[in-house]
C-alpha cells in the first residue's frame, strides 16, 4: 500500500513523504485496513522496528482532519516520551484544518501545565496520565484519540498496574475515544484486543529478517539449521561473537547481567575493535572521549567510559548520568561506536538495534528473591528485537551464549511462545492505591459499582468475580481503618486525608506511614537525618542500596552524630547505602567521593534525588494536613537541601537562579553568605571570583533583582 493512496489530506501525504515515507510495511498497511484512519480501535502486535510509530502518526493525521478534540500519546518511559515529542513535534508544520500544537508532561504529578489544555497532541507518560484523571482535569472529556505504546507492560508488576487503570477510565469515557494499542508479540494479544474493545492486528513482519542461534564452545547455531565457528580468545565468547560481527563491517549489541560485566565486557572488546577504526572515527572519539570528561566529574567510571569510547567500545547502564548515556547512544547511532556492552534495560528504553545482539547471560538477579533467575521468553525477544538495523542492515541476528545446553536453550526461547501478559492489578498495594483514586474521582460510590469498574479491567477479566469481591473487600477495610475513605450507608467518600494521598500520588500505606511518624516528632528540633531515613524507607523510594560489610561501621556512626536529629530509635540494620548517599550529598559531597566511598554513581544519584525531591514534598504537604505548622519550613529547607545538595547555610544563595552548590560555596568562602552580601558586591568584583567571571555575575545581579523585588 503506498501512502499516495491513503485517505488523508494532500498536506499530510505531502509531510509523509518529505519524511521519506513511500510505501507501508505490511503491519501499517494491515491496521489502514482494519479502520485506523475511519476511527476504528485497534491493538498492534508486531515486532519491534516494524513501523508502529508510522501507525500512530497516521492516527493522529486522520483524527485531526476530522475533529477537534485531543490526542494523548501514552509512553511508558520518560526517554521514549521525549523521543517521541521531537518527532510529533513536526506535525506541527502541516496545515490540515485545525492548527496542530504538540506538549509534553512527565513528572511533578502534583500539577497539570495550563499548556495541556490549549494543545491537541499530549506526549504523556503513564503515571502522568494517571495524575491528570485524579486531579479531574476537565479536558479529559475532549480525548477522542489514545494511543498507548509498549501495551504489553501492562503485565509489569510496577507500572502495569497503572497503565491497566488509565486505559480501563479511558475506554469507558462518554465520548468512547479510539484506541490505538501498540505491542511486542504477545502471546494473549486477542485476550487485550477483547478487553480494550479493539480489533487485533498481529503480524510478524520484520524490516530486517531476524535469524537466532545459541553459541556453545565456538560453534553457533543458528535455528535455521546453519552453522558456524567463532574463534575463541581469552576475551571470552561473548565479546568474540561480537567482534567477529564487527570485523564484517556490522555494530553489536552485548547484554550483560550486571553493570560490572557491562563494563568488563567493553574493556575486553576495546584493543582489538580500535584496529577496526578509521583515521576519521578515531578523530571523531577522541573529540567525544574529551567532552565526556570536560562535562563530568572526573569519577572512576567515567574516567574508564572515556578510555574505551576512544577506541570505539562502550557500556551503557542505569549507573551513567543522562548526559553519558545520551553522548554513547548518539555515538552507536551515528556508527562511531562498534561495540556497546549493556544490561538489558536499555532494551525496555531507547531504539539502538545493532547487526547482531549477543545475549551474553541468560540469568539475572532477581531482588524479590535474592538470587538469579532465568529471564522470561518475552523478555528475551525483546533483547533480541533490538537485531537488525532498519537502515543499514540486510539482515540482524541474535544469539545466546549457551554453556552445554544449545537444544534446550533453542527450544525454550528462541522456538517458545512468549508468556502471556498476566494483570498484577489485583495485588494488594495496586489494588488499594487505585481504590483509593477511583472512590476519590467518584464521590459516593457504591461496593457494587467499585467491583462493577474493576470488572471492566484486564484483570477483572482474568479473575472470578468472587476473587476481585474478596480483595476489594480486604482493601477497602484498610482504607476505613486508616481515615482514607469515610462510608455512609452504602456508599464511599475519600476523607480529606485520602484526597490529599490520591492527589500526591502515593501509596495509601506510605501516606499513613508518614502521618504517624509526623504526628509522633518533637516541635523543638531538627530531624533532617530521620526525615531522610523515612523517605528511604518507604516502598517508594527507589534505587535502594544495601549495605556492603564495609559500610556497618561508617553507618554506625553517621546515626551516633545525627543521634538528636532520629524521629525514633535506629540501628545500622534499618539503613542502607542509599540513606548513606543521601546523607553525604546534602552535605556537599562530589559524585567523585559518593563513587569512591559508597560505589553510588551519578546516574543512581540523580534518581534518589529526584525520589526524595518527590517524597520530601509529600511529607510537607501531609504535615500541612494535620496541621504540623512547625514542620514546613523545615520539609522546605530539606526539599532545597536534596535538590541542591548544599549544606543548609547555602540556601539562601541558591534562591538565585544561576547559583548551584559549587557556586554557592565558593560565594561562601568569599564571604558572600547571604543574598544582602551578594547585593552589596560590585558585578565587576564578583565576576573576579573563581567560577563566576563577568557574564555570570552579570546574570546573577540581573536574577537577583527578581528574587528581592
Not at 500512530?56 to 494523548?72: F, T
Request: proline share 3%.
Amino acid at each position: 500500500m503506498k501512502i499516495d493512496t491513503l485517505a488523508l489530506p494532500d498536506s499530510a501525504i505531502d509531510f509523509l513523504k518529505s519524511q521519506g515515507y513511500e510505501k507501508l510495511y505490511p503491519p501499517q498497511s494491515d491496521s489502514v485496513k482494519f479502520g485506523l484512519l475511519n476511527g476504528k480501535s485497534i491493538l498492534v502486535s508486531a515486532p519491534t522496528a516494524s513501523g508502529k510509530t508510522l501507525i500512530a502518526m497516521l492516527a493522529m493525521l486522520s483524527y485531526l482532519s476530522k475533529n477537534k478534540g485531543k490526542i494523548v500519546y501514552l509512553s511508558p518511559l520518560r526517554a521514549l516520551a521525549a523521543e517521541k515529542f521531537t518527532e510529533f513535534k513536526k506535525l506541527e508544520k502541516i496545515s490540515i484544518g485545525n492548527k496542530i500544537k504538540t506538549s509534553i508532561s512527565t513528572g511533578d504529578f502534583e500539577h497539570i501545565e495550563k499548556n495541556l489544555e490549549s494543545s491537541n497532541i499530549l506526549i504523556l507518560t503513564n503515571e502522568k496520565m494517571d495524575s491528570i484523571i485524579r486531579h479531574g482535569a476537565e479536558w479529559i472529556e475532549e480525548i477522542g484519540l489514545v494511543i498507548s505504546d509498549e501495551v504489553h507492560l501492562i503485565g509489569d508488576e510496577g507500572r502495569g498496574p497503572t497503565l491497566e487503570m488509565i486505559l480501563t477510565h479511558l475506554k469507558l469515557l462518554d465520548t468512547k475515544p479510539q484506541i490505538v494499542g501498540l505491542s511486542a508479540t504477545i502471546t494473549n494479544s486477542d485476550e487485550i484486543a477483547k478487553w480494550l474493545d479493539c480489533k487485533l492486528v498481529k503480524n510478524d513482519w520484520r524490516p530486517v529478517p531476524l535469524s537466532e542461534g545459541v553459541c556453545d564452545g565456538g560453534q553457533v547455531t543458528m535455528s535455521d539449521g546453519k552453522t558456524f565457528e567463532v574463534k575463541p580468545s581469552l576475551r571470552g565468547i561473548p565479546i568474540d561473537l561480537g567482534v567477529q560481527c564487527v570485523q564484517e563491517g556490522g555494530q553489536s549489541l552485548v547484554f550483560a547481567a550486571t553493570r560490572v560485566s557491562s563494563k568488563s565486557l567493553a574493556t575486553k572488546a576495546s584493543d582489538i575493535i580500535s584496529q577496526f577504526l578509521q583515521k576519521k572515527e578515531l578523530s571523531a572519539l577522541e573529540k567525544t572521549s574529551k567532552q565526556i570528561l570536560a562535562e563530568n566529574e572526573h569519577t572512576e567510571i567515567v574516567k574508564t567510559l572515556a578510555t574505551l569510547i576512544k577506541k570505539g567500545v562502550a557500556f551503557h547502564h542505569a549507573g551513567l548520568n543522562q548526559k553519558c548515556r545520551e553522548i554513547v547512544e548518539k555515538e552507536f547511532r551515528k556508527g562511531t561506536i562498534k561495540l556497546l556492552s549493556s544490561t538489558p534495560t536499555l532494551a525496555a528504553g531507547v531504539n539502538l538495534p545493532a547487526r547482531r545482539v549477543v545475549i551474553s547471560n541468560i540469568n539475572r538477579y532477581n531482588a524479590k528473591i535474592g538470587a538469579n533467575r532465568p529471564i522470561s521468553i518475552l523478555e528475551y525477544k525483546q533483547l533480541c528485537g533490538r537485531a537488525g538495523r532498519p537502515q543499514y542492515d540486510d539482515y540482524g541476528e541474535s544469539i545466546i551464549v549457551g554453556n552445554g545446553n544449545t537444544e534446550d536453550l533453542t527450544e525454550y526461547y528462541i522456538h517458545g511462545e512468549p508468556e502471556p501478559i498476566v494483570s498484577k492489578i489485583t495485588e494488594d498495594k495496586s489494588l488499594r492505591t487505585h481504590i483509593l483514586s477511583v472512590i476519590v474521582i467518584n464521590p459516593g460510590i457504591k461496593k457494587e459499582e467499585i467491583l462493577e469498574f474493576f470488572l471492566q479491567t484486564l484483570g477483572g477479566l482474568q479473575s472470578s468475580k468472587a476473587t476481585l469481591s474478596f480483595a476489594i473487600n480486604i482493601s477497602l477495610r484498610f482504607l476505613s481503618s486508616q481515615q482514607l475513605i469515610i462510608k455512609k450507608g452504602d456508599r464511599y467518600a475519600g476523607t480529606a486525608f485520602g484526597k490529599k494521598t490520591s492527589m500526591l500520588y502515593i501509596d495509601p500505606l506510605t501516606a499513613t506511614y508518614f502521618r504517624d511518624a509526623i504526628d509522633n516528632v518533637s516541635d523543638q528540633r531538627k530531624h533532617t537525618f530521620g526525615f531522610l531515613h523515612l523517605m528511604i524507607n518507604c516502598e517508594e523510594f527507589f534505587p535502594k542500596f544495601s549495605l556492603r560489610n564495609k559500610d556497618y561501621e561508617s553507618t554506625s556512626l553517621m546515626i551516633e552524630n545525627h543521634s538528636t536529629e532520629l524521629i525514633e530509635p535506629i540501628s545500622e540494620y534499618d539503613c542502607s547505602r542509599s540513606l548513606l548517599a543521601l546523607q553525604m550529598w546534602i552535605t556537599e559531597s562530589t559524585e567523585l567521593s559518593l563513587s569512591d566511598t559508597l560505589g553510588i554513581e551519578a546516574g543512581d544519584m540523580h534518581r534518589m534525588v529526584e525520589n526524595a525531591n518527590w517524597l520530601s514534598y509529600c511529607l510537607r504537604e501531609i504535615a500541612k494536613h494535620i496541621e504540623r505548622p512547625d514542620l514546613l519550613e523545615e520539609f522546605n529547607d530539606l526539599r532545597k537541601r536534596v535538590v541542591y545538595g548544599i549544606r543548609e547555610e547555602l540556601l539562601d544563595l541558591v534562591r538565585v537562579k544561576g547559583i548551584g552548590r559549587v557556586r554557592a560555596r565558593v560565594l561562601f568562602k568569599h564571604n558572600i553568605k547571604n543574598l544582602d552580601d551578594l547585593e552589596k558586591i560590585p558585578t565587576h568584583k564578583l565576576g573576579e571570583i573563581d567560577k563566576i567571571g563577568s557574564t555570570v555575575a552579570n546574570n546573577i545581579k540581573a536574577e537577583l533583582k527578581k528574587v528581592r523585588y
